[in-house]
């Protein structure tokens, strides 16, 4: 292990050096028009490359913008925007070494009276709680990796290989009759000897996929695979996705004590992920078969539910948001329900005409129009397939 850390940290090195001709050679490679992108850039990054949430108290960054954020930039083919990102999660969340440490997972102002986790003065900006979320690091990892390859930049292969393997010791434990499986964080969610609580759209197929095809010397990674999907499909007993659940051995998944089940505003992202899986993924058909109740819902009622008790299937009297829209939108295209994935997306925007979106439906917006517009897609390994390598979208 440390002869291969050693390769990796020169490795790393090398990749430093051709920094600054790499960064030229992606300024040369195409762009696709994607205003919803151009406005996430100019409304919610600072200028050093923090994700800005203004609808929380203390204008707080969580790791998890910062990993969409990075998606989203190199699905952009936005280099500039891409290392401003990276810089920033590695300099405020990592304590400055995303090798040595995985980005805790939310910064921001600090009330007063209290110090910041890496012991600046109190009352200032700092990290509110070091404890990282593994979503967020998936996403990083997985993106740093696509960015190697797309961009040919050792240097991100190589952290992202790191990250991940980093993932794979703090952020997984093996659980008895499901296997290897991803925890939501290293602290905090192991409820007993024998009982987890674990958070279903944390775990992407096609982001664990691909870090199974790129990390094969690693043979856990399939079994993060197999268990992300159970934890998906087995969690939704009327097919709406819990925002948490848990697992204890001998008795298989349970409804979370601590959020009674509800399907709310995490588990909105399992449907967007299940409709962006690509076509020949063994996962998918099984995963779009679950939810079908979720997409009657939302031909019956023209939008999907804010919330919804996941055990009885009983919606709340809310409906979701644009961005619960633009999240359903792929899963309806997926299920061949081409008008109604269209219906969603003209109730993204024009809801978005009457208010401006917040951070989070600015997210499930990217992700789910910009699928469904052609940006980005899925190969069926997981790999990311920009429309700036392929071809842009038609206007």
Known sequence: MRRTLTRLTRWLAAGALA????????ATLPTCKWADWEAFRLNLLSADGRVIDASTETRATVSEGQAYGLFFALAANDRASFDKLLAWTENNLAQGDLIAHLPAWIWGKLPPGKAASAGKATGGWGVIDPNPASDADLWIAYTLLEAGRLWQERRFTALGTLMARRILREETALLPGLGRTVLPAPQGFRLGERRWRLNPSYVPIQV????????????????????????????????????????????????DAQTRAESAYNAIRVYLWAGMLASDEPERAALLRTFTPLADYVAAKGFPPERVDAQTGQPGPNAGNGGFSAAVAPYLAALGRADQARA????????????????????LTLFGLGYLDGQFRFAH???????????????
């Open 19 to 26: 920094c600054a001709s790499l960064a030229a050679t992606a």
């Open 208 to 255: 664990m996929r691909r870090l199974a095809a790129l990390l094969p010397d690693e043979p856990a990674w399939q079994q993060l695979v197999a268990s992300s999907a159970r934890l998906a499909r087995d969690t939704a007993p009327r097919g709406f996705s819990p925002d948490w659940a848990e697992y204890e051995a001998g008795r298989g998944f349970l409804p």
């Open 344 to 363: 969603q997306a003209r109730r993204t925007r024009e809801l978005a005409q009457r208010e401006p979106p917040g951070y989070y439906t600015q997210v």
């Open 381 to 395: 390994d997981g790999a990311l397939v920009p429309a700036w390598e392929t071809g842009c979208p038609a206007r």
